[in-house]
């Protein structure tokens, strides 16, 4: 594809007249950066020339980089006075070379849910559990659950008055139309699962370990970011146990009611002693061999944190003490990425809470490529594999502008056009870190193609994680390491 950005600049006699159809998943690829030592690139004639002669390769360049201090004012597109302050420590990985990794976004189609389901049930029967092929029984229950939790009641006793005051919000025509559609569902019921004919539902039943498990595919509109509901296109797959109560700690299960959920144990909670009778190692050792069944492309590890459980499942976080909550087992993170580099960690769009639409005001595509593993004494009990991706390609002989190149650039894309960037304050701007990142950039002529590409994010950081990667910032800019392109941020996701 031909990247499109804002704008191109010269600075220092660098000729950057790179095209971005390397960068961006297209199939023709007009320049070759496979060179070993420099960066190539093509003039109007079609001739190659040494974009930055000799020097350091890789990231051995960054070795002795300074902290970049700088301060400017420029104008907006309004003639108001913005003043910039650049404080920054310079952030890059713990490699030599970074690539271009070119990744797509596969289907949730019949062929990929059916490649998936075998993945995880093997040969067994495998049976739809969608509301529409549930046996009675089951849809009984769950049209219990859902408008009477608080008590039994059959089917013949809903009516709409009672189900408006539980209910609150829901208007009369609403609570009729669910009312009908699980009336009619119970008619058309029969008394067992039916078994999978074509894989054309999002919900599935089968047996894994010997135990049923549920496996749901799902895309939605909206997502949680920072504890608020955000506007967001996401695609997950969760793997869960049709009966928790089979895998809980035995305080929990007695206690009748109970909720699985993973925390990373803040002041909240206190300090837990997890009482899982597996070791972290060994847990470990289970959730790399499903990791591995599974085939899919979540390579990094991310880490892991405790499982912890509920006892309540409507306790409130920072309500709960002694035996309320108890830690039992471990969630093991898995990530996309490339040279134990997560592109998780290095995203962007889940630390800024302006990130959550374009400026069009159409929804973002979450970032977040995450596999999470349930484990504890009873073995893998869930998976929940948030944005898959398949990578298609690596270009492992990048080569990266120098950082005074990159410095230059920022310093004249804002001096000359402040509004292309959506920076929360208006006035004066400051920014403490320049971290080498891997960002997305998507195809824009084939829809669920990307690369990520190595990435300057000049930004202000407010927090960052045991591991050094930013989890909170406030403003941002982001260049192309390779091609000193600006990448817009807004008509990537």
Request: net charge negative.
């Amino acid at each position: 594809m031909r990247g499109e950005t804002r704008k191109r600049r010269v600075w220092l006699g660098l000729v950057l007249c790179l095209s971005m159809n390397l960068l961006t998943g297209c199939k023709e690829k007009t320049i070759d950066y496979d060179v070993d030592g420099v960066t190539e690139s093509s003039t109007e004639n079609g001739s190659k020339s040494a974009a930055h002669g000799n020097r350091k390769k890789g990231l051995a360049q960054f070795a002795d980089a300074k902290d970049w201090y700088d301060a400017w004012t420029a104008a907006d597109a309004k003639g108001n006075w913005v003043d910039f302050l650049v404080d920054a420590k310079i952030n890059v990985p713990d490699v030599e070379q970074m690539s271009v990794v070119e990744v797509k976004e596969p289907e949730f189609d019949s062929a990929y849910k059916k490649q998936m389901a075998e993945r995880l049930f093997g040969d067994g029967e495998i049976y739809y559990y969608d509301m529409a092929h549930l046996p009675k029984a089951e849809v009984e229950k769950r049209l219990e659950d859902y408008w009477k939790p608080s008590r039994v009641i059959t089917a013949g006793e809903y009516d709409a008055q009672t189900v408006k005051i539980e209910m609150g919000a829901r208007t009369q025509e609403e609570i009729n139309q669910e009312l009908s559609y699980y009336r009619e569902t119970l008619e058309a019921a029969g008394d067992s699962y039916v078994p999978v004919n074509e894989y054309d539902v999002d919900e599935y039943l089968g047996t894994y370990e010997g135990k049923s498990f549920e496996l749901t595919f799902m895309e939605s509109g909206s997502a949680k970011s920072n504890d608020a509901e955000v506007i967001c296109r996401s695609k997950e797959i969760l793997f869960q146990a049709k009966d928790l109560s089979q895998f809980c700690p035995k305080e929990i299960r007695e206690s009748g009611d109970f909720n699985l959920m993973y925390t990373a144990m803040d002041e909240n909670f206190g300090i837990l002693e997890n009482q899982c009778a597996l070791s972290e190692e060994d847990a470990k050792k289970l959730a790399d061999r499903f990791v591995d069944e599974m085939g899919m492309d979540y390579s990094v590890d991310a880490g892991s944190i405790q499982l912890g459980w509920w006892k309540g499942a409507s306790a409130g976080m920072g309500q709960n003490e002694g035996i309320d909550f108890i830690a039992d087992g471990y969630v093991f993170l898995y990530d996309a990425g490339v040279d134990s580099i997560s592109f998780t960690k290095c995203g962007t769009q889940e630390l800024e809470r302006n990130f959550s639409e374009n400026k069009s005001g159409e929804p973002q595509y979450l970032m977040k490529a995450r596999m999470e593993v349930y484990v504890n004494e009873n073995g893998v009990i869930g998976m929940k594999a948030q944005n898959p991706i398949e990578i298609t390609g690596i270009l492992d002989k990048t080569e990266l502008l120098p950082l005074e190149a990159i410095q230059g650039i920022v310093k004249e894309q804002l001096a000359g056009d402040v509004s292309m960037f959506r920076f929360e304050s208006k006035k004066a701007i400051t920014f403490n870190e320049a971290a080498l990142v891997y960002f997305r950039v998507r195809d824009k002529e084939n829809a669920g193609y990307y690369s990520y590409v190595p990435t300057w994010r000049l930004a202000f950081v407010k927090y960052h994680d045991a591991d050094g990667y930013a989890t909170w910032i406030n403003e941002q800019i982001l260049i192309n390491a390779i091609d000193g392109s600006v990448i817009d941020f807004y008509d990537e996701a």
